[in-house]
């Protein structure tokens, strides 16, 4: 027996948007699946933990990311939905328990709510969007989100800050030297904490989810320091 939960292609959302879903359940035992005996459990993840909220029965329909709850602006939040369906068992056989889950991340993120990194650091700002950015940048250092996907995103652009304007980030899938996707450049913001958008850069198309990287190029260290990222989308 198999669960799975499936969310449409674009991954990143924002809070209010109202997600469609279909679970499929294959079950070669009990054959045709009672989609009335399937569940799903849309939570909101922070940080390392989920809040569940209510099971939902049936394999498709649509939950709002507005009624998984709330936390303070800026905090690490991811939208998860967890789909489960328990067969009828037989022969003696206890009932088994398929379990499926899809983790949709939110279209901005805080640079410093990265997964992985090489060469960087979190560095404490005021100014900065969440009150911190990631700093001590030079060429070929990175930070990495997962799970992430780049399905249905139309561009990307980040919140920085810079006195020089040289350098760029470029956006990879699964490693740092993987397919890249977009290429930044990096304006002059006028000082290091003065921030600016980068205009938004199209995102070559990628299936799948991956582990993402944003790689950072400069022909100087310490050229720049990033605060956001965002991508765009229907």
Known sequence: MSTSARAPKREAKNSGDRI??????????DGTVDCSEVTINPALGHDDHEHPTN????????????????????????????AKYTDGGGDGAPA????????????????????DQSGTRIVDQTGAANGK????????????????SV??????????????GVGAIELRAGAPDGELLATTPIPNTGDWDV?????????????GTHKLYLVFTSPQNNAFDVD????SGP
């Open 195 to 207: 921030y600016r958008p980068t205009d938004p850069v199209p995102v070559k198309a990628h299936d």
């Open 133 to 148: 950015r990631i700093g001590d940048i030079s060429d070929g250092d990175w930070v990495a989100f997962e799970p992430m």
């Open 228 to 231: 956001t990222v965002e991508f």
């Open 151 to 164: 399905e249905g995103v139309d561009s990307v652009s980040y919140q920085v800050s810079s006195p020089y």
């Open 96 to 115: 088994l328990t398929g379990y499926g889950r899809s983790v949709l991340q939110p279209k901005l993120k805080q640079a410093e709510y990265h997964d």
């Open 55 to 82: 099971d939902i029965p049936g394999c498709e329909g649509t939950v709002d990311t507005g009624d998984l709850g709330g936390h303070p602006e800026g905090a690490d939040l991811t939208y998860v939905l967890n």
């Open 20 to 29: 469609p879903y279909k679970i499929t359940v294959t079950d070669p035992e």
